[in-house]
């Protein structure tokens, strides 16, 4: 199904620029200029208020909700946790001779957006003409603080081009937002004051009693005779300044926010707290502020940057993604997880997904290790969460969740939140996947053992044995595809279970001869049996793993092959997305598959499958995923790539870097794909550069696009900064620092320093 773009944005190798204001885009636009730092995002909304169409979105990752849905039958969730929409502390309000700037209402020229990776700042430009003939340049500059996740900054500049005379403005804290999907605002105000040139506000959630802190000063080069300016759930200070025609002048709002996501700290200790971070910041200069997170961004492009010649868009869109990716996630706050729309949207309620371990953990493991283990940290810190919920669904062990935001299950559909058991197999393979990469072998002792012993009881306790082929397997289950309800033995869940179950098993010997004490206590903290390991081992050799003999295609699940074929091509593009379109039961009956579900495990443990095999299982299913998941198309490409068909992973990656910039599916004003992101990244790394990690050393088996004329890229592995660079006729890799590793290229062995080695590109790559 042909995904067409809807190009808007000037092509850029450092920034996304937005030429004109377009109403139509607006909630487009506000999901691409998005600001992050993992701690709050804001979407690039405009602060000074806009009576059109828009979404005004402030986060805070973890800070949550709780909506009750009632109860239904044992084992279905009653009450479900969402990412509330919180404090909006850009409010601005602007006035000139009594008219308000809105750009709904507004005359308004000139209108340009910037979102600048090297900056880290999202700024907005326009020209406002006023009912009396007088012409104001407005310049709104913003940033989150990388360094100072608490810290957030506003810049407003003014430039009367054809007057001079006095603006009134209004600066403040507003709680009393709508939380959209709600339709409801969803804060308690606690207190609020002014002291010290602080303003200040603190508010709780409705039914969580998650709270958080909000506060700002206001610097200008100009003095600020300010007057509060307070309501419900709003804090603020007007005050006039002084324009002078052809000068420009400025004010700076330097804001904190500080969230207590888990009741750990009562209202006066978080309120000491935050007015304590404000005073200090406060005294902070802007230009300070800025060349810190100027730098910051400079040592991440030193280090992660990917460059691509011949290709201006998608070097665009490739740099879009790191620069979302670090925005969303970098490991400073250990418990905190990635939700599907990060911190640019309410669809999919803030929720973190498999996605997490199986396409996001890959890009930080390569970038930023520290926020790798991060992320695994979060699955041990909601481990008795996971447990809790193995025995809502009668099980024992760890039933990690389809949904989450603070490791309770969190989806309210059954289908997905009680039959889609790949998420444990996730977690398993993203601590086998980050041990085998970084060797952390305290990370896996302390933390990592413990976590699959209880994942593989949950497996070992939701499987069955098959009466008649004398089996394991699992019954009544979803796989990643979706497109399947209520199956049994699907292949994915079956060979990533036993996957798990071996490693275990591994995990457990190797840890009683390397630190027998440790684990002599993690054997009484678990109640760990021998007679458990028996069985483990028994069930992983016997597990059921369907399979044609004759073609090699593994089936996804049992009866699969014998589905009504669909063919995919005859169905309208009218009518997608098919679940907005098609009646829900339809979509089960075919054997059309919304995502790749075979072909994943395939790649994970790319180096377990022959080529053949891949090639055999790639024909048989890829002609049936219509690629309803954004996820879906990078594997695909990934798998193209390697097999021999440049052609269709080209196909397949064109839209990769760009599905939001272009918005090819028709739904970025929803917020950011944040997980097809790291996707993205994986499809430019694993697929033209054909780095694998599964293996005991990392390989490489790079190709070139015949639309680029050359590509670079680094990965951080053993200590040692690589970077591949792939050109017409050669591949060169070179330890940037770090001293020295050995990879595989195209099969052989490598000794790569700072001295670099050249390879001739291709030469050794199985062609098909």
């Known amino acids: 199904m042909a995904k067409v773009a809807d190009k808007y944005l000037k092509v850029d190798p450092w920034a996304i620029i937005e030429e004109g204001f377009d109403p139509e885009r607006n909630r487009t636009s506000e999901s ?90 999202y700024q907005r430009e326009l020209v406002w003409h006023l009912e009396s003939g007088k012409s104001l340049h407005v310049t709104f500059t913003r940033l989150v603080s990388m360094t100072m996740t608490h810290l957030g900054l506003q810049q407003v500049t003014f430039k009367p ?53 909000s506060a700002f000063t206001l610097q200008a080069p100009q003095t600020l005779n300010t007057t509060r300016v307070e309501r419900d759930k709003f804090i603020g200070q007007s005050f006039s300044m002084e324009l002078t025609q052809g000068e420009s002048t400025h004010f700076t709002k330097l804001a904190v926010n500080c969230s207590d996501t888990d009741s750990s700290k009562s209202a006066d200790e978080l309120w000491q707290e935050g007015m304590k971070l404000a005073s200090t910041t406060g005294k902070l200069e802007a230009s300070v502020v800025f060349a810190d997170q100027a730098s910051y961004w400079r040592s991440i492009w030193e280090t992660s940057d990917i460059h691509i010649e011949g290709d201006p868009e998608n070097q665009q869109g490739i740099r879009f993604c790191i620069f979302q990716l670090y925005q969303t996630y970098h490991g400073d706050h250990p418990g905190f997880n990635i939700s599907a729309k990060g911190l640019t949207g309410e669809v999919y309620r803030g929720l973190a997904f498999w996605d997490t371990e199986s396409y996001c953990l890959p890009f930080y493991m390569f970038n930023n290790p520290k926020a790798a283990k991060s992320l695994l940290e979060f699955r ?4 008795s969460q996971a447990m809790q919920r193995a025995i809502e669904v009668d099980c024992e062990g760890a039933c990690y969740p389809i949904a989450t935001i603070d490791g309770t299950e969190s989806c309210d559909l059954w289908q997905h939140s009680n039959l889609q058991l790949h998420v444990g197999t996730a977690v398993s393979y993203g601590i086998w996947h980050y041990v085998n990469i970084t060797g952390d072998r305290d990370f896996l002792f302390s933390k990592g053992v413990e976590m699959l012993i209880q994942i593989s009881r949950f497996y070992a306790t939701r499987g069955q044995w098959g009466q008649r082929s004398g089996e394991y397997g699992y019954y009544g289950v979803m796989g990643p595809d979706e497109f399947q309800l209520m199956v049994n033995n699907n292949c994915y869940i079956n060979l990533m279970a036993k996957k ?24 009484t903290k678990t109640g760990l049996e021998e007679q458990e390991l028996e069985d483990w081992s028994d069930k992983a050799a016997r597990m059921r793993i369907p399979q044609d003999p004759e073609s090699g295609v593994y089936e996804e699940h049992d009866g699969f092959f014998d589905m009504p074929h669909m063919d995919i091509h005859s169905i309208p593009v009218t009518e997608f997305p098919l679940y907005s379109n098609w009646s829900y039961d339809r979509l089960y009956r075919y054997d059309m598959i919304k995502q790749p579900d075979v072909l994943m495990f395939m790649f994970l443990y790319s180096g377990q499958f022959s080529k053949e095999s891949k090639l055999a299982n790639y024909e048989y299913y890829e002609p049936r995923c219509i690629h309803e998941s954004s996820l879906s198309p990078s594997i695909h490409s990934i798998l193209a790539a390697e097999i021999g068909k440049p052609d269709e992973a080209y196909k397949f990656f064109e839209f990769a870097t760009r599905l ?45 696009p015949e639309q680029w004329t050359s590509y670079s890229f680094q990965v951080l592995y053993e200590g040692v900064l690589l970077q591949v660079e792939v050109a017409q006729n050669q591949v060169c890799l070179k330890a940037v620092s770090g001293g020295s590793t050995e990879v595989l290229v195209y099969g052989q062995k490598v000794l790569v320093n700072a001295a670099g080695a050249e390879l001739v590109l291709g030469e050794g790559m199985a062609v098909y």
């Open 161 to 213: 081009l054809n007057f001079s005379g006095n603006i009134e403005v209004c600066s403040g804290l507003d709680f009393g937002i709508i939380h959209e999907e709600r339709g409801e605002n969803m804060w308690n105000g606690l207190r609020s004051s002014e002291s010290d040139e602080v303003t200040a506000i603190m508010a709780s959630t409705v039914n969580t009693g998650n709270k958080l802190f």
């Open 380 to 383: 041990y810190k909601t481990l």
């Open 32 to 121: 691409i200029f998005s600001l992050g730092n993992e701690y709050m995002g804001v979407r690039g909304y405009a602060e000074e208020g806009y009576s059109g169409d828009m979404l005004l979105g402030s986060y805070f990752n973890g800070l949550n909700e709780q909506l009750d849905i009632g109860k239904h039958y044992k084992g279905i969730i009653t009450s479900l946790r969402y990412m509330v929409n919180s404090v909006d502390w850009l409010y601005t309000r602007i006035s000139l001779e009594g008219e308000t700037l809105d750009l709904a209402r507004s005359k308004i020229s000139d209108y340009t957006r910037r979102l600048d990776f090297q900056k880290g700042t």
């Open 500 to 523: 798990s179950f071996e490693y275990t098993l591994d995990s457990i010997r190797e840890m009683k001869l390397a630190a027998p004490e440790a684990f002599a206590e993690l054997t």
């Open 660 to 704: 939001d910039l272009d918005n090819y599916n028709r739904n970025t004003r929803e917020g950011l794909h944040t997980t097809s992101i790291a996707a993205a990244w994986m499809n430019i790394v694993y697929g033209f550069g054909g780095m694998r990690s599964d293996g005991s050393v990392l390989s490489f088996q790079p190709s070139l």
